[in-house]
Nanobody, 124 residues
Framework: QVHLIESGGGVVEAGGSLTLSCAAS????????MGWFRQVPGGQRTFVAT????????HYAGSVKDRFTISRDNSKNTVYLQMSNLKPDDTAVYYC?????????????????WGRGTQVTVSS
């Protein structure tokens, strides 16, 4: 079993930056693909970014590409999402997720473990 805990959310003005962290416990996620998703009230959970092994090419949703950066530190069992040039449309609850396999994925049903989410609010 893997437990994921997100942190780093908050309120930021448009154009600002935030870095989210996702700490894993229970077992190592060094061989797991990790992803970030987000969800607005009444909406579906949507893909943001995913990464396989360190050094592998991450994959991003088009709406965040060139603004967000996903990275991981396997020595800390932690994944990060650096967000810059934030827009009001980025306001959502952000969820960290892990797969049992190293293959990246953009669909929520591919992920086996989920955190409880952290709120990001971008004011205009």
């Amino acid at each position: 079993q893997v437990h994921l805990i997100e942190s780093g959310g908050g309120v930021v003005e448009a154009g600002g930056s935030l870095t989210l962290s996702c700490a894993a416990s229970g077992r190592t996620v060094s061989t797991s693909a990790m992803g970030w998703f987000r969800q607005v009230p009444g909406g579906q959970r949507t893909f943001v970014a995913t990464i396989s092994n360190p050094g592998a090419t991450p994959h991003y949703a088009g709406s965040v590409k060139d603004r967000f950066t996903i990275s991981r530190d396997n020595s800390k069992n932690t994944v990060y999402l650096q967000m810059s040039n934030l827009k009001p449309d980025d306001t959502a609850v952000y969820y960290c997720a892990a797969r049992r396999v190293p293959t990246i994925g953009v669909r929520t049903d591919l992920y086996d473990y989920w955190g409880r989410g952290t709120q990001v609010t971008v004011s205009s």
